[in-house]
């Protein structure tokens, strides 16, 4: 298996458009997996059973099974005021998150995903806007936001980073992408380190404001260290 990916990640090099459509399925991805990457230490779920997964609460219908998939058979679809709650993690004060995600619409700025700290309310949240642009807030109102707009109907891959700080030093930051590579700069990036925020997160939520038509989202994971490449 090692050969064989190996093999791919050199074809990938020489063959650009070859290498994405690989990463896109999944099968680069996992390869690259099998040379090293760590799996995500505090959470992760692939909604691949179609089921509701041990573990998760709702609010609404949220749509276990999901198609077309955004990577394997099934994906989480959330819509008209449904919420889907992970399993409770080990508190964390310093986490990454990283996602798949596809939207149809957004006709206001909306709520979309939430870090939760341990009462169960969020500490940050994670909004789009009409015109596709993204924003991660505390409860303070500071917010970190590319000014890049994400496109409907297209896959993206999102990155946050939350360490809660004292009162008026924590950091939070966005990134996105079309290709499973975490960007550090630019139009699709943004940080900032003066939140409010000071709880540690225990727990993810997947948010379908009835302003958005359908939201999708995959391969949610949470972790204590940086998955720049998903996992």
Not at 142 to 158: D, E, K, M, R
Not at 170 to 195: D, H, K, R
């Amino acid at each position: 298996m090692k050969t064989l990916t190996l093999t791919l990640l050199l074809c990938g090099l020489a063959l650009p458009a070859f290498s994405q459509a690989f990463f896109n399925t999944g099968v680069l991805q996992s390869g690259v997996m099998s040379l090293g990457l760590p799996a995500p230490d505090l959470f992760s779920e692939n909604f691949d059973v179609g089921t509701q997964p041990s573990g998760w609460d709702n609010v609404g219908s949220p749509t276990w099974n999901y198609t077309p998939a955004l990577l394997g058979n099934y994906s989480l679809g959330v819509t008209n005021g449904a919420y889907a709650y992970s399993p409770a993690f080990s508190a964390a004060s310093s986490i990454h998150v990283f996602s798949y995600f596809w939207y149809t619409n957004s006709t206001a700025f909306v709520p979309i995903l939430y870090l939760n700290k341990a009462a169960g309310s969020s500490e940050v949240t994670l909004f789009i806007d009409g015109s596709g642009k993204i924003y991660l807030y505390d409860n303070g109102s500071h917010n970190a936001s590319p000014s890049g707009t994400v496109s409907q109907n297209t896959l993206v891959y999102i990155w946050l980073y939350y360490a809660a700080g004292t009162g008026a030093n924590g950091t939070l930051t966005i990134s996105w992408s079309n290709s499973l590579s975490e960007p550090t700069s630019g139009a699709n990036y943004a940080t900032i380190s003066t939140s409010s925020a000071v709880n540690a997160i225990t727990r993810i939520e997947c948010g379908g404001s009835a302003s958005v038509a359908h939201l999708a989202w995959d391969h949610l994971a949470a972790a204590t260290f940086t998955m720049p490449h998903g996992w």
